[in-house]
């Protein structure tokens, strides 16, 4: 196998009196925190990335995970040179190309796919960079103009962001900040130590002043042992469990009828839907004692300010964008949004006036229609033949910002689809994934310290620019560039993939922040009122908050939230009996930083957290080596007989690179190809598995 071309990573330090410099930039993953950081630049050399802490959200700190992140950067596996596939697919086995040659036969190659139908080709990203520029600027301006499929990017948070918007109109929510004088916060659905490192400071300091914290998630984290309470319901029962809450504030007249009346929609409706459910009601569905709810919705309906910090773990389940509306209606119930913190924020991306258009240029299709994949059934989309419903056969994919082999649901299936010889696969990488395996072609990216982007949040209200720090290691070169070469080999003349980085890092903001304040300082703060539906001013069609949303019944869908049991129920199946969610290890995010040594030194390997009791019933022991299974696959690993796990729920923490676990598989070979109630998107915590001891034979 071979991934380097000689280079060195590190150049030799001159001679000459060292020069050192300080370079402001963005944390580019997929986390609501968005750090601004500051990079320490010896003679050319990034020597260390820390959190800037001249801006307020970052306050000079950064998670372990990007703290190492010029390890990640001059890591020794660092991908420094074009690869052409030299063996079977999947084998790992590349040789060296010139980028002419690369992109040359690519070019050649899509041509004649596109000459019989470009939709035969699909683009397939997501957010391994969170960049405006490097994600989807160039990127999208190619594959518009080409004609290729279009990809629906559900993967992550879809089912939420839909849930959302039918409710408070936009994905927007509380200024993180004023959770600092919440008096009682609800943690739904995130494990905040690892995945929100900074909102977890504003809660560690309401709790100083006072503040109670409750985490309500079915794994008991890290989170869940610094808060006061701890609410373990069952994978998929959040809307049982808010519907409940509903109820009680009613039954005990805990609502602020007033805020009810002038500023939502559909509260007759919500009313009676919740006096459907009844704390007893509620324990039974969730797995929880009926006292734990009543004291929770006394609790929140008594408490002022009361805040919810809901997140993404909780909405990747059948019934997760009904689960999301039905908590996005308590706010408005007890008038949560009177006061900057009360209220809720599961995403503030809605405040951001990103010019997607101007960087993405669907114009550029010209009144073409191309068909629409979703990227969380990648793995049945590359294994469908041409037919009059699915349109042409999967031809060629180009990856860049994933990595699909795995993250996607049903892996069994996805690396079926990957392993096809008679599919061109071209993927934009920093280092050989799984999926870079099963490439024809890996193109060496550049990382955040090497390239010009820009950056929005999900969990602040704060633009971000990013400048390089340094030049791109060996022969990388920006996803940017990389397009803007494959569109002049295609015949692709239009201006626009003439823009440099700089100019389309203008274009993201243009008129809605100063770009000179972002070039001095590295960020700028958007105008959003310290308590923005104070008086309502919701940014849905009726200015309310909608409890019942019209939009849905359009789409055949019901206009009130409801509790929609998981596809796999616990209960429901005999042969595989438990609930298995697969929340992200610590130390990585999602499949990035598995590589890095110092990162996967504290995580150790894959692991299953299971219940002494499931244990027991099981003969599993800690340490023991154990096969994961349902009628979709298995993979292995070792158990972790542990208080984490709930009864009758495992904790699959991933995600693992295949080839870096036991037998080649990771957590994704169980998880299912179905879809969410909204959103299209997956269900990664709708699963049942059993769990069987692995016997050692000689």
Same mark, same amino acid.
């Given at each position: 196998?071979?991934?380097?071309?000689?280079?060195?990573?590190?150049?030799?330090?001159?001679?000459?009196?060292?020069?050192?410099?300080?370079?402001?930039?963005?944390?580019?993953?997929?986390?609501?925190?968005?750090?601004?950081?500051?990079?320490?630049?010896?003679?050319?050399?990034?020597?260390?990335?820390?959190?800037?802490?001249?801006?307020?959200?970052?306050?000079?700190?950064?998670?372990?995970?990007?703290?190492?992140?010029?390890?990640?950067?001059?890591?020794?596996?660092?991908?420094?040179?074009?690869?052409?596939?030299?063996?079977?697919?999947?084998?790992?086995?590349?040789?060296?190309?010139?980028?002419?040659?690369?992109?040359?036969?690519?070019?050649?190659?899509?041509?004649?796919?596109?000459?019989?139908?470009?939709?035969?080709?699909?683009?397939?990203?997501?957010?391994?960079?969170?960049?405006?520029?490097?994600?989807?600027?160039?990127?999208?301006?190619?594959?518009?103009?080409?004609?290729?499929?279009?990809?629906?990017?559900?993967?992550?948070?879809?089912?939420?962001?839909?849930?959302?918007?039918?409710?408070?109109?936009?994905?927007?929510?509380?200024?993180?900040?004023?959770?600092?004088?919440?008096?009682?916060?609800?943690?739904?659905?995130?494990?905040?130590?690892?995945?929100?490192?900074?909102?977890?400071?504003?809660?560690?300091?309401?709790?100083?002043?006072?503040?109670?914290?409750?985490?309500?998630?079915?794994?008991?984290? !890290?989170?869940?042992?610094?808060?006061?309470?701890?609410?373990?319901?069952?994978?998929?029962?959040?809307?049982?469990?808010?519907?409940?809450?509903?109820?009680?504030?009613?039954?005990?007249?805990?609502?602020?009828?007033?805020?009810?009346?002038?500023?939502?929609?559909?509260?007759?409706?919500?009313?009676?839907?919740?006096?459907?459910?009844?704390?007893?009601?509620?324990?039974?569905?969730?797995?929880?004692?009926?006292?734990?709810?009543?004291?929770?919705?006394?609790?929140?309906?008594?408490?002022?300010?009361?805040?919810?910090?809901?997140?993404?773990?909780?909405?990747?389940?059948?019934?997760?964008?009904?689960?999301?509306?039905?908590?996005?209606?308590?706010?408005?119930?007890?008038?949560?949004?009177?006061?900057?913190?009360?209220?809720?924020?599961?995403?503030?991306?809605?405040?951001?006036?990103?010019?997607?258009?101007?960087?993405?240029?669907?114009?550029?299709?010209?009144?073409?229609?191309?068909?629409?994949?979703?990227?969380?059934?990648?793995?049945?989309?590359?294994?469908?033949?041409?037919?009059?419903?699915?349109?042409?056969?999967?031809?060629? #994919?180009?990856?860049?910002?994933?990595?699909?082999?795995?993250?996607?649901? !049903?892996?069994?299936? #996805?690396?079926?689809?990957?392993?096809?010889?008679?599919?061109?696969?071209?993927?934009?990488?920093?280092?050989?994934?799984?999926?870079?395996?099963?490439?024809?072609?890996?193109?060496?990216?550049?990382?955040?310290?090497?390239?010009?982007?820009?950056?929005?949040?999900?969990?602040?209200?704060?633009?971000?620019?990013?400048?390089?720090?340094?030049?791109?290691?060996?022969?990388?070169?920006?996803?940017?560039?990389?397009?803007?070469?494959?569109? /002049?080999?295609?015949?692709?003349?239009?201006?626009?993939?003439?823009?440099?980085?700089?100019?389309?890092?203008?274009?993201?903001?243009?008129?809605?922040?100063?770009?000179?304040?972002?070039?001095?300082?590295?960020?700028?703060?958007?105008?959003?009122?310290?308590?923005?539906?104070?008086?309502?001013?919701?940014?849905?069609?009726?200015?309310?908050?909608?409890?019942?949303?019209?939009?849905?019944?359009?789409?055949?869908?019901?206009?009130?939230?409801?509790?929609?049991?998981?596809?796999? /129920?616990?209960?429901?199946?005999?042969?595989?009996?438990?609930?298995?969610?697969?929340?992200?290890?610590?130390?990585?995010?999602?499949?990035?930083?598995?590589?890095?040594?110092?990162?996967?030194?504290?995580?150790?390997?894959?692991?299953?957290?299971?219940?002494?009791?499931?244990?027991?019933?099981?003969?599993?022991?800690?340490?023991?080596?154990?096969?994961?299974?349902?009628?979709?696959?298995?993979?292995?690993?070792?158990?972790?007989?542990?208080?984490?796990?709930?009864?009758?729920?495992?904790?699959?923490?991933?995600?693992?690179?295949?080839?870096?676990?036991?037998?080649?598989?990771? #957590?994704?070979?169980?998880?299912?190809?179905?879809?969410?109630?909204?959103?299209?998107?997956?269900?990664?915590?709708?699963?049942?598995?059993?769990?069987?001891?692995?016997?050692?034979?000689?």
């Amino acid at each position: 196998m071979t991934t380097t071309s000689g280079h060195s990573l590190k150049p030799a330090a001159p001679v000459s009196a060292l020069q050192v410099l300080q370079v402001r930039g963005a944390c580019p993953h997929d986390c609501p925190d968005t750090c601004a950081l500051v990079t320490t630049v010896e003679d050319g050399v990034a020597v260390r990335v820390a959190g800037n802490p001249e801006h307020r959200h970052t306050d000079g700190a950064l998670c372990t995970k990007v703290s190492r992140y010029a390890e990640r950067s001059y890591h020794p596996e660092r991908l420094l040179t074009p690869l052409k596939r030299s063996g079977p697919k999947g084998s790992g086995c590349f040789e060296p190309v010139t980028w002419d040659e690369a992109l040359d036969d690519i070019a050649a190659r899509l041509k004649a796919v596109a000459a019989r139908d470009p939709q035969a080709i699909l683009p397939y990203s997501y957010a391994g960079t969170m960049g405006l520029v490097q994600g989807e600027a160039m990127a999208a301006r190619f594959f518009h103009r080409l004609g290729a499929s279009l990809l629906d990017r559900t993967i992550c948070a879809s089912a939420g962001g839909e849930g959302l918007v039918q409710t408070l109109g936009g994905k927007v929510g509380m200024k993180v900040e004023h959770f600092a004088r919440s008096k009682l916060i609800l943690i739904w659905g995130s494990n905040s130590i690892g995945s929100n490192l900074h909102f977890w400071r504003l809660a560690q300091q309401a709790k100083r002043d006072g503040a109670r914290l409750v985490c309500i998630d079915p794994r008991r984290s !890290e989170t869940a042992d610094k808060c006061h309470e701890h609410i373990a319901l069952r994978p998929g029962t959040d809307a049982a469990l808010a519907f409940a809450l509903m109820h009680q504030l009613i039954e005990h007249g805990w609502l602020d009828q007033d805020y009810i009346d002038r500023h939502t929609l559909g509260w007759e409706g919500l009313r009676e839907r919740a006096l459907q459910w009844p704390p007893e009601r509620a324990a039974e569905v969730c797995g929880i004692p009926v006292q734990q709810i009543v004291a929770l919705a006394r609790d929140y309906g008594t408490t002022r300010p009361a805040a919810i910090r809901l997140n993404y773990g909780m909405q990747r389940v059948r019934g997760g964008g009904n689960a999301v509306r039905a908590i996005a209606c308590l706010p408005a119930l007890v008038g949560a949004w009177r006061d900057p913190a009360g209220g809720l924020l599961l995403s503030t991306s809605g405040y951001f006036p990103a010019r997607r258009a101007a960087l993405q240029r669907p114009d550029l299709l010209a009144g073409r229609t191309p068909r629409t994949l979703n990227m969380s059934t990648i793995g049945d989309d590359l294994l469908r033949e041409t037919s009059a419903t699915f349109g042409p056969k999967v031809e060629a #994919v180009i990856v860049y910002n994933s990595n699909p082999v795995a993250v996607a649901p !049903e892996s069994g299936k #996805v690396v079926q689809g990957f392993a096809r010889d008679d599919l061109f696969t071209v993927v934009l990488e920093h280092f050989q994934t799984d999926t870079a395996d099963h490439a024809d072609y890996i193109l060496p990216a550049t990382t955040q310290l090497e390239h010009w982007d820009i950056h929005a949040s999900y969990g602040h209200t704060d633009v971000l620019l990013n400048r390089p720090a340094i030049a791109p290691v060996g022969q990388a070169r920006t996803n940017t560039d990389i397009f803007r070469a494959l569109a /002049a080999r295609m015949g692709f003349d239009d201006p626009c993939f003439a823009e440099d980085d700089l100019a389309l890092c203008r274009t993201a903001f243009d008129g809605a922040v100063d770009f000179e304040t972002l070039l001095a300082q590295g960020y700028a703060t958007l105008p959003v009122p310290e308590a923005p539906f104070a008086e309502g001013n919701f940014p849905t069609a009726s200015g309310r908050c909608e409890f019942f949303s019209a939009r849905l019944v359009a789409q055949g869908l019901d206009g009130l939230p409801d509790h929609l049991p998981n596809f796999e /129920a616990i209960g429901s199946s005999t042969a595989f009996p438990l609930a298995m969610i697969s929340p992200p290890a610590r130390n990585f995010l999602n499949s990035s930083f598995v590589n890095v040594t110092s990162l996967r030194d504290i995580e150790g390997e894959p692991l299953l957290e299971i219940h002494a009791d499931d244990a027991l019933a099981r003969g599993i022991t800690s340490g023991q080596m154990v096969r994961v299974f349902n009628q979709r696959g298995e993979y292995r690993c070792k158990a972790s007989v542990s208080r984490r796990a709930r009864p009758g729920v495992v904790n699959g923490l991933g995600i693992w690179w295949r080839k870096l676990g036991p037998f080649g598989t990771n #957590v994704n070979q169980v998880t299912s190809q179905q879809l969410t109630d909204m959103g299209r998107g997956p269900v990664f915590y709708d699963c049942l598995v059993e769990v069987a001891a692995l016997v050692e034979t000689s």
